[in-house]
């Protein structure tokens, strides 16, 4: 996992200048650090017909970029840090158009297998803490989080979510694991953020269901509760 393309450090400006990369190149010598500074979390969700790509702004809306032809992910869903305003009018007479000052992806993945008692020895059992952020939120088909921990120079971390499938009683209980690479406990403190793709069983219910989250802190076992509404068919220009 690259600190340098997931990390949310102090100062926006100065790590969007050095690796963020913008998509509106109209107003290049206008060095106005706030188009930089992302002002919302959206899933970019490519036309595999390659007509223009939507952004998922929330579980109900859906936004159409009038800059930005295609997704510059190419054809792979993800989730993205973005900075942008409304335009005066609606495209295609149904979404709303943005135009894009500025965007770049987090990192986007699946669920991990549920490996039983082996979980801990797959996919590491050194702390983290959860952010209680803007960028910690469950929607739209999966679970953003924005972390804390320490960083090790030249160790690489790995996040992975495991669905829990060992109770009954909880059905949609999540466990986030963290390796650190040998580096839990030296290092710099700095933020993290990591989109998990929720599986299928996630989106079936009609109705909004509770994710129960735990994860391993710095100062024991916690747990956090998200109201999540199952990802519907998202809304299309044509």
């Not at 998509?23 to 595999?48: E, I």
């Not at 803490?129 to 320490?150: M, P």
């Amino acid at each position: 996992m690259k600190r340098t393309k997931a990390c949310l450090l102090a100062i926006w400006a100065a790590v969007a200048a050095m690796t963020l990369a913008a998509c509106d190149h109209d107003d290049s010598y206008r060095y106005d650090f706030s188009y930089v500074v992302p002002t919302a979390l959206v899933t970019v969700k490519p036309d595999t017909a390659g007509g223009p790509c939507l952004l998922q702004l929330d579980d109900s809306t859906a936004l159409q970029p009038v800059n930005m032809p295609q997704s510059p992910f190419g054809d792979k869903e993800v989730r993205a840090l973005a900075s942008f305003e409304y335009v005066n009018r609606p495209l295609h007479g149904q979404l709303p158009g943005v135009r894009i000052y500025w965007i770049d992806s987090i990192l986007t993945k699946p669920t991990a297998p549920d490996l039983g008692a082996d979980n801990d020895s797959a996919y590491g059992d050194e702390p983290v803490e959860i952010v209680n952020s803007w960028e910690t939120v469950a929607e739209d088909g999966y679970l953003t989080l924005r972390f804390r921990t320490r960083w090790t120079p030249g160790r690489a971390h790995r996040v992975n979510l495991v669905h829990r499938t060992d109770s009954a009683e909880r059905p949609w209980l999540l466990r986030l694991h963290h390796d650190a690479g040998g580096g839990a406990a030296a290092g710099e403190v700095a933020d993290g953020i990591v989109a998990f793709r929720l599986g299928d069983d996630f989106n079936r219910p009609d109705s909004t269901i509770e994710i129960e989250l735990q994860w391993k802190s710095y100062s024991g076992m916690k747990s956090h509760t998200f109201k999540y509404r199952p990802r519907k068919p998202t809304a299309t220009t044509h």
